[in-house]
């Protein structure tokens, strides 16, 4: 089971990036190529795969397993970064984090309207990262598809947040 070999892999850093912070470091499984496709398996399984037309990755860890993804179901990969990492035209969107703030941004024209997206990104926290991300893809006429999370930390209830624009929210394991 996924689960049981990503809770084996993923290792806790105590008190990073701050204080009373348990970073869930994903790193360890980047180091296991088999691990690393069957976690791709696992999402392809677990998604209506006919009904996604971009995979979105949020910055940075949300490129390592959405670009994989992307190239799976071979549909295009679209880059969420912090802002000024963008060469092109962009929009932007602030997001609060469970330490912090920042800005996202979206190329202007990375969808086409009406374009289903799956969003990615590694860890599923209070979502305000995510929020962000959605409004990003809502605000270029995309249409969120669900969103997909290698894991999620349930007891900050992120998942909720997300419920408003999809209930179609994959997790491979959850703490």
Do not use: W
């Not at 990503?6 to 296991?32: A, C």
């Not at 086409?112 to 270029?140: E, F, N």
């Amino acid at each position: 089971m996924i689960s049981t070999k990503l809770n084996k892999t993923i290792r806790d850093i105590p008190d990073f990036p701050k204080p009373g912070i348990v970073f869930k470091d994903i790193t360890p499984i980047l180091k296991d190529a088999k691990l690393c496709s069957e976690i791709i398996d696992a999402f392809v399984s677990r998604m209506d795969t006919g009904t996604i037309d971009v995979i979105a990755g949020i910055e940075s860890r949300g490129f390592l397993f959405g670009l994989m993804l992307a190239n799976r179901l071979q549909i295009p990969f679209v880059p969420i970064r912090k802002q000024g990492k963008l060469p092109a035209e962009t929009i932007q969107e602030p997001c609060e984090l469970e330490y912090g703030s920042a800005i996202l941004e979206m190329h202007t024209d990375a969808l086409l309207k009406g374009q289903r997206v799956m969003i990615h990104d590694d860890l599923l926290a209070t979502g305000g990262t995510v929020s962000a991300a959605t409004r990003l893809v809502k605000s270029l006429g995309g249409v969120v598809a669900g969103y997909s999370f290698v894991i999620s930390l349930d007891f900050l209830n992120g998942r909720e947040k997300l419920k408003v624009d999809s209930d179609n929210i994959i997790t491979l394991i959850s703490y």
